[in-house]
Nanobody
Framework: QVQLIESGGGLVQAGGSLRLSCADS????????MGWFRQAPGKEREFVAA????????SYANSVNSRFTISRDNARKTLYLQMNALKPEDTAVYYC????????????????????WGQGTQVTVSS
């Protein structure tokens, strides 16, 4: 059984920072490309960032590039999303996602390419 558990969300003022974590305790984490997505009320779930199984490659949505950083610790089986210079439009529920397979340096930006999802963590940015 796959279990992805996000944490680290909360309420922050515009310009502030948050660090999200996603713990995966039941799978071969180091063999899985991972990603972060977000969904605001009334909107589709959208891509935020992705990282290869090696951790050596990352990709970002244009809206968060240079503000957010995705990383992973394979020994701790944990995925991270460091979010800086937060804006009110970053307000959403953030989800981590895992893909069963992928090439060593591949990243995946479509939600349809992921196999497992966490329950989400709320991020609210006040103006």
């Amino acid at each position: 059984q796959v279990q992805l558990i996000e944490s680290g969300g909360g309420l922050v003022q515009a310009g502030g920072s948050l660090r999200l974590s996603c713990a995966d305790s039941l799978r071969a984490f180091s063999s899985s490309p991972m990603g972060w997505f977000r969904q605001a009320p009334g909107k589709e779930r959208e891509f935020v960032a992705a990282i290869s199984l090696s951790g050596g490659q990352a990709s970002y949505a244009n809206s968060v590039n240079s503000r957010f950083t995705i990383s992973r610790d394979n020994a701790r089986k944990t995925l991270y999303l460091q979010m800086n210079a937060l804006k009110p439009e970053d307000t959403a529920v953030y989800y981590c996602a895992a893909r069963l397979t992928g090439a060593y340096s591949a990243t995946f930006q479509s939600k349809d390419e992921y196999d497992y999802w966490g329950q989400g963590t709320q991020v609210t940015v006040s103006s």
